[in-house]
């Protein structure tokens, strides 16, 4: 199956500062999906992105599917942006999902 | 219209004992997941529904875990005996076909001690 790397594993920031999130996958997928998991343990989806570039507020994301990698972009982080973000890419019948980003955001 | 729901929330139970975790798709989606999310570590894929056969079973852990889709509406993800290392965040997702996004529920987490 497709292996899926996320960069970098942990993430701290101060308030108001931006961010890059990268995710790698070692073979073409079908679908990719951005989620957010917040302290709670919930699992939000931010972005179904399988190519091109999509905005939502502070949150933006790119998948360039040819080169196998997409990113999600976080401006003016805020404390309510902490937890963990997981990229997923759709494999043949399901979605596989990345190791993670751990995001802590100060004020 | 109303998201995945999973129940219960939270369940904390003695190792040896028998756990059944609930999952309600969003109305209309044939495609039901379970994944789950140990130690802090990655979420894994469990399991695939299409309606109410399994597509897809290879991500299940042993034959403790057994899970159903009766009817092809709700499921449920059966942990007998439970074992002290099953414990986690277990996922519930749901599309309405493969090229769709999947709509994950709040997760259920387990607790073996």
């Known amino acids: 199956g497709i292996q899926v790397e996320q960069s970098p594993p942990d993430l701290i920031l101060q308030e108001g500062a931006n961010s890059t999130l990268r995710c790698n996958f070692s073979?073409?997928?079908?679908?990719l999906q951005w989620f957010h998991q917040n302290p709670w343990g919930q699992l939000i989806n931010l972005f179904y992105?399988?190519?091109g570039t999509k905005q939502n507020g502070r949150l933006s994301a790119t998948t360039v599917a040819t080169e196998r990698y997409s990113l999600l972009y976080i401006s003016s982080s805020q404390t309510t942006d902490s937890g963990v973000y997981f990229c997923?890419?759709?494999?043949?019948?399901?979605?596989?999902f990345g190791t993670g980003t751990r995001l802590q955001v100060f004020p | 219209e109303a998201g995945v729901t999973q129940f219960p929330s939270h369940s904390v139970i003695e190792k040896g004992q028998t756990v059944t975790l609930r999952c309600d798709p969003i109305?209309?989606?044939?495609?039901l997941y379970w994944y789950r999310r140990v130690m802090g570590k990655e979420i894994k894929f469990l399991l695939h529904?299409?309606?109410?056969?399994?597509?897809?079973e290879s991500g299940m852990p042993n034959n403790r875990f057994l899970a159903e889709r009766t009817g092809g509406t709700y499921s449920t993800l059966k942990v007998q005996p439970a074992e002290l290392e099953d414990s986690g965040v277990y996922f519930c997702?749901?599309?309405?076909?493969?090229?769709?996004?999947?709509?994950f529920g709040n997760g259920t987490r387990l607790t073996v001690t």
């Open positions: 997702a749901s599309s309405l076909n493969t090229n769709s996004p999947l709509h």
């Open positions: 073979d073409s997928v079908n679908n």
């Open positions: 992105i399988p190519s």
């Open positions: 997923a890419g759709f494999n043949t019948d399901k979605l596989i």
């Open positions: 109305s209309g989606h044939d495609n």
């Open positions: 529904f299409v309606k109410e056969s399994k597509q897809d």
